[in-house]
């Protein structure tokens, strides 16, 4: 499985980024593809992820800012970020896990730049 990432860029504190990722190979539902996020000298967090089915899940610090979608004929999961802050700097990456079997896949990062 790969996972192709783009969306990532420099932007003013209270604007708005689209993240995307698309995953190709052998996928087996159900899955769960999420985004993680890793700023500098910090450990590396679950943003949002979300199931074929639908579920999602934030993390506190996003919830109301930011919105996880996906195109499951498409095997694509999107991130919209509106309302920016600059401690939402950081490398983006994202994720896809078979629920069958716990098999984990990661995309290249994409770097996220708040300006303040």
């Known amino acids: 499985v790969q996972l192709q990432a783009s969306g990532g860029g420099l932007v003013q504190a209270g604007g708005s980024l689209r993240l995307s990722c698309a995953a190709s190979?052998?996928?087996?539902?159900?899955?769960?593809m999420g985004w993680y996020r890793q700023a500098p000298g910090k450990q590396r967090e679950l943003v949002a992820d979300?199931?074929?089915?639908?579920?999602?899940k934030y993390v506190d610090s996003v919830k109301g800012r930011f919105t996880i979608s996906r195109d499951n004929a498409k095997n694509t999961v999107y991130l919209q970020m509106n309302s920016l802050k600059p401690e939402d700097t950081a490398v983006y990456c994202c994720?896809?896990?078979?629920?069958?079997?716990?098999?984990?896949?990661w995309g290249q990062g994409t770097q996220v730049t708040v300006s303040s």
């Open positions: 190979g052998i996928i087996f539902s159900p899955n769960v």
């Open positions: 994720n896809l896990r078979h629920v069958i079997g716990d098999t984990s896949y």
């Open positions: 979300m199931r074929t089915g639908g579920t999602k």
